[in-house]
Every structure is written in C-alpha cells, then in structure tokens.
C-alpha cells in the first residue's frame, strides 16, 4: 500500500523554533501530526510512504529509505495549488492519502483520510481571524465532506462534527492522542523526595520565588487565562504564585493584563520560553495544573500533569472529562468561584491531592501516540480494503 501524507504540520513551525535544538516548537495540530508520523514509521515496515512537505524535514523526524520518503517542493498557496497540483500528478502512484491539516487539496483524485482536531472555529467565530475563519468554513467544509473518512481526536470533537457537518457517524473515527515520548514512564520521580531535589533548579532558571499553581498552554482567549487569573485573585494567599507557560497566540492582550486588572501583577508569572525539557520540573513542582478552557479538541497538557503527578483542575465541558477521566476535578469555566473554591479545596486537602496523583497515573496509562498511530494505520488500511 503506497500512502501519502500532508506533513505541513510537522514541519512548519507556528511559533518558532527552539534556540537551543533548533527544532520546531510544537503545540496542538503540530504535535499530533509530528507525533503520527513518527509512531508510523516505528509501527509499520510494510507499507510504502511518502511524505509531502513545503521545507525539508527537521532532523527529530524519521529517516528516509526505501519505503519512507520526502517529497519536497516550495510553491506559494502550498495545499491550495502546490499540493494539489502534485497528487494531481501522483494519482495513480497512492492508493490513500492522509491530510494532517484542516484541508484536501481540490484537483486530488486519490482516496483521502483528513484529520480534524476540532470544529473551534464554530463554537468561537468571534475569535479567529476573518480569513483564517473562511477558509475554515468554506475550504474546510469542502474537505470535511469530501474525504472518505475522519480521524478526529475526541468523542466530542467527533459529536460536534456530525452534528454541524451532518455526515454518517461512521465517516468519522476517534484517534486519542498520547503523551510526548520524551516525558513518560516517570516510575518514581513524582514523590515528594524527588520535587525537593529539583523545585530549586527550576524555580532559579524562571524566577519563581513561592509554591505556584501552573497553567500550560497557548496564549489565547478560548484558554480562559483571564478568569483563571481572578480566580486565583480570590485565593488571597500571599505564599503563592499562578505561573503561566504558553506561547503568545492570538487575542492575548488581555490575558497579559489581566494580573494588574485584578491586583495580583507581583504574583502571576508569565514564561513564553519554556522547552519541552522544562516541562516535567515545572509539573512536577507545581501545587497543582489548573487548565480551565471553553473549549478544547482533548486537552493534552491534563495528561502531561497527571503523568508527571500534578493534580488537575479542568473544565467539565467539551473532550476535558475524556482526557481527565476520573483523575480531576471539574469545574464550570465560566464560574469563577467555582474555580477559586476547587482551587482551594487542593491547597487545604493533601490526602485529595495524593487520590488524584494516583489516579491520573492511572489515566495516563490508557494513552499513548504507538496506539494512535496504530489506529490511524487502520483506518488508512480501511479506506484502502473496505470491510464489505
């Protein structure tokens, strides 16, 4: 089976690369296409690929040999007119094609997968840009009903689907994500002993000065940062700090300025240059991870912190009670006393943060990107041989 795949994604930085490696700094849509082209190439050596990009591929990707390879070309509108042009060209050379972006290219003639994280841009019009949110409607629309099949992220993401796009229910598959590689299997490294030896190193290299709650994840209003700040405004505990990580996204003005709005701008912490690397230490350390979003396609970062025995605090709304399962405490976004109060409840409640930690170590076992990749090989290997 030859299969063809959009890596754009993987690829293409949306915020940068990293000053150190040199690599792409990943979130979202990024990572979950980065991380099944990996698992792909660990997971089959039967099948053929071949991998479509705009800039060379980035040296954390695989290798190239005789059944896995690049296809690389540069074109201005790149899905849009190069992409398309080339599997035009190449119909007859690939039996399924996988887009890892929100779009099919319109002269394809080859049978197509396309992965969907969410339908945000739905939900939240007033939150994207007028031409990113037409794109998503009018081409994306296009693509949605034009694949042979979805891969989507969530049971939520999947319900959202059918219901706005009306397709058959069987059109649409629900691949979980996983963890980063380079963060699981901690064993032992949670316990307390284990944060004392490294809460100093980390806490010199940001500035931390106190016990911090920790919130991780792009810069942008669907995140809810704002009411997460005058939640924590509520707390009134001087001993301790709200430590913001996440890239500047879009809209994020008013998240920058909410710590002075609410009079805690000496006790909220933001770190726009964290690395993949400082990620376990700062969950590792935090009192707890508190990702109170309106919406979100899964919500990878509750996985990171249960897997790095963090206690979480998300919403009770959209994929969020998926990834947190039963290892979380829920909250309704848009009640910021019901955010401050479950807050609370942690810092005075050791015993409940030692039944969450358990808990979530649980919950993380039930996800990883080998899986994802499997799964997703499935549906390919679906579109290919259908069951009759």
Known sequence: MNIGINGYEAAVPRFGYDSKTGLPNRVGSSEFSY???VNLFEVDRKNNYFIYLPVFPTNDMPKPNEKWKY???????????GLSKKLFENKNKLDVFFAQTHYLSLLGRVPSVLLILDVSYLKFPQLFKKKDLYMLKIWGGYSIRKANRIITISNSSKNDIIKEYKVDSEKVTVVYPGVKSEIRNP??????KFKMQNSKSIKEKFGIEKDYILFVGTLQPRKNIVKLVE????????????VIVGKKGWQYEE?????????VKERVLFIHNAADED?????????MFVLPSLYEGFGIPVLEAMNWGCPVITS?????PEAGGNAALYVNPNNVEDIAEKMQKLLND???CEELIAKGKKQVEKFSWEKSARQTLAVLEEVVHPVR
Do not use: C, H, M
Request: glycine share 2%; charged share 20%.
């Open 316 to 320: 009770n709304v959209s994929s969020l």
């Open 71 to 81: 296809i690389v070309f540069n074109q201005k509108l790149w899905t849009l007119l």
């Open 350 to 352: 050791s015993k409940l």
């Open 279 to 287: 990620l376990p230490d700062l969950y590792k350390n935090a009192k």
């Open 255 to 263: 998240i920058l300025e909410a710590p002075r709005k609410f009079g």
């Open 187 to 192: 064993k032992s490294e949670t316990n307390s």
């Open 35 to 37: 991380q099944l082209i």
């Open 231 to 242: 939640a924590f405004a509520k707390l009134n505990q001087q001993t301790l700090q709200l």
